[in-house]
């Protein structure tokens, strides 16, 4: 009886020694899954830009405004102004509202959507879905520009054909290198505030009051204040960018937006990831 007894437990003793052990969840083999390949990182950050209503139709925008601003110049500007600078001129200013609006967006909707906790979860290294989002970002208002650029040009021929004057293609192309670069910089702007603020509404009222609201105050200053005159190209952004879209750069003005660069994109943004890197995501 003893040995009958005891024989379930001495199966399943032998059974508990000869299991396998545990296999984790997702892999057959035990072994760590793979992290997933940056490529794709990037890939769902990209369609993510466009996956919402509002998204969409401000990805939309881009082009329309760019038609847009492209037809108010044939429909209304003299014959003498039909230029490529003018169609240039007219597709800059909405471009540079819009990109950087974009980019912000892209990582405050993280915070905003409440999305963030799951993103975080798949890709738990934060710093590669901030450099994920940064990059399409970029990418985006790149092609954006050049798209710009070729509704400008197609303008530009359209214009001066219904007004029977010549065709003048009075920008360079390495101004529109600058004009494009002015741009994706407003843009990093934009990126930077998202990270930094984690806020749509902040983030978008900030950019404002950065873009409308401190370039006269500060212009005011440099013309009242002689002090202010000569440290203005070594501390205005917004000044120091905007020279770009004037044409090539000498030495000093590069060094300028290089060191206001650094001052207002670059410390700010780096202060920004490391706030988004320890904090609690909910």
Request: aromatic letters at 8%.
């Amino acid at each position: 009886m003893t040995s009958t007894s005891s024989l379930p437990g001495t199966i399943v003793a032998g059974a508990a020694r000869t299991a396998a052990p545990p296999v984790r969840l997702g892999s057959r083999t035990g072994t760590p899954p793979a992290a997933i390949p940056f490529a794709r990182v990037a890939r769902t950050e990209l369609r993510k830009m466009f996956d919402t209503r509002s998204g969409f139709w401000l990805m939309a925008s881009i082009a329309l405004t760019a038609l847009l601003a492209t037809g108010a110049v044939i429909a209304f500007a003299p014959d003498r102004a039909l230029t490529y600078s003018t169609f240039a001129t007219a597709f800059g200013f909405p471009m540079a509202v819009v990109l950087p609006i974009i980019a912000l967006l892209s990582v405050t909707g993280e915070w905003s959507q409440r999305s963030g906790l799951s993103t975080f979860t798949i890709v738990p290294h934060r710093g590669r879905v901030l450099l994920a989002k940064g990059l399409v970002s970029v990418a985006v208002g790149i092609v954006s520009m050049l798209l710009a650029c070729v509704i400008g040009a197609a303008g530009n021929l359209v214009g001066t054909a219904i007004a029977g004057v010549d065709t003048v293609w009075d920008v360079s192309m390495g101004d529109l290198a600058d004009i494009i670069l002015a741009n994706v910089l407003g843009l990093v702007l934009g990126f930077m505030l998202g990270v930094l603020l984690r806020s749509s509404a902040g983030a978008i009222v900030a950019y404002f009051v950065y873009s409308l609201v401190l370039p006269p105050l500060a212009g005011l200053l440099a013309a009242s204040q002689g002090w202010f005159h000569d440290l203005q190209p070594w501390v205005d952004f917004n000044y120091a960018q905007s020279a770009l879209f004037d044409g090539s750069l000498s030495t000093a003005q590069w060094e300028h937006l290089a060191v206001t660069a650094a001052l207002w994109l670059v410390a700010p943004l780096v202060v920004g990831v490391r706030v988004v890197m320890r904090s609690e995501v909910q």
